[in-house]
């Protein structure tokens, strides 16, 4: 039933202490007990009785769901003897929707009727009205039941922030930041991905082109050694034919020729360093320093 003023009742952030309900709080205490009640539905041991043909708790879905004892003349499942099961697995892993056992099931599950005839156009189907307040707390069954008691809350906490604000048509930015922080987190993880990829595309055409340099000169070497090699003047040994001033210090640290700004490619140990620092950070990177 409904809290009213003066109702008793705990709730999970401070469940040893009591509280008293008051105008400004009897929803709460209403929804604290409607969980509390939820809870034990899909948790609980039920009874392995009968009334009147039915097992007494075939509505609930923790009748359904979880270990239980077995109900001596339940034609439904055929169960005899006192040994415990578990009709979910029984009925989802040898059943489908052709089966009424299934039907049964699923609509208990999702709806806390039991119905030992469904139809299968109808299993699904909740067949109470979605609730919109907190004033019939019975209503509230099964996993329809949790998912409208949500909604109820939902709805319940917009207004008191709203209330707050002085406005009903503002927006509420707490509950649209929960609402679209896992994708604003995937949009992050995208452009971080973004960001990485372009760095190594940056990287490899950096590094295609200094490959091409360091052929060219292979091949300008390799000219200048076949036609200045013989002759006084320009010969390819003091690297000074054709490619030779072009070329200069390449490999050898030296300060000029067109591989000056590295200071060298090979060994010179300011090429090196240089070199290196290129690649020493992350031009996109998406980090905080």
């Known amino acids: 039933m409904a809290c009213g003023s003066g109702t008793k009742f705990r709730i999970q952030s401070n469940g040893t202490i009591e509280l008293t309900a008051n105008d400004d709080t009897k929803d709460a205490c209403t929804a604290a007990k409607l969980l509390d009640r939820l809870h034990d539905d899909f948790t609980k041991k039920t009874r392995n009785t009968m009334t009147s043909n039915v ?136 452009l971080e991905e973004i960001a990485r990829r372009e760095n190594e595309i940056y990287r490899e055409k950096f590094l295609n082109i200094i490959l091409v340099l360091v052929g060219v000169f292979v091949i300008g070497t390799l000219l200048s050694k076949k036609f200045y090699s013989g002759g006084g003047g320009g010969g390819g040994g003091s690297g000074s034919g054709l490619f030779g001033n072009t070329f200069t210090g390449v490999g050898l640290g030296s300060s000029s020729g067109i591989f000056s700004r590295f200071g060298g490619l090979g060994l010179g140990s300011s090429g090196r360093s240089r070199l290196s620092g290129l690649f020493s950070s992350n031009p996109y990177s998406l980090s905080t320093r």
Do not use: C
Not at 129 to 154: C, H, M, R, W
Not at 160 to 177: C, F, M, P
């Open 55 to 190: 097992p007494d708790d075939a509505s609930v879905p923790s009748f359904w769901l979880r270990n239980q004892d077995k109900v001596s003349g339940f034609t439904l499942m055929n169960e005899t003897g006192t040994s415990t099961t578990n009709r979910f697995t029984t009925i989802f892993t040898s059943q489908t929707s052709k089966d009424q056992p299934y039907r049964t099931a699923v609509h208990a599950i999702m709806n806390g009727v039991y119905q030992p005839n469904i139809d299968e156009q109808y299993y699904l189907k909740n067949p109470a009205t979605a609730q919109t307040d907190l004033s019939a707390p019975d209503n509230f069954k099964g996993i329809n039941g949790l998912i409208n008691l949500n909604n109820v809350l939902e709805n319940l906490i917009t207004e008191k922030v709203r209330a707050k604000t002085g406005s009903s048509s503002v927006n509420i930015k707490i509950l649209d930041d929960a609402q679209h922080y896992s994708k604003r987190q995937e949009i992050k993880t995208t």
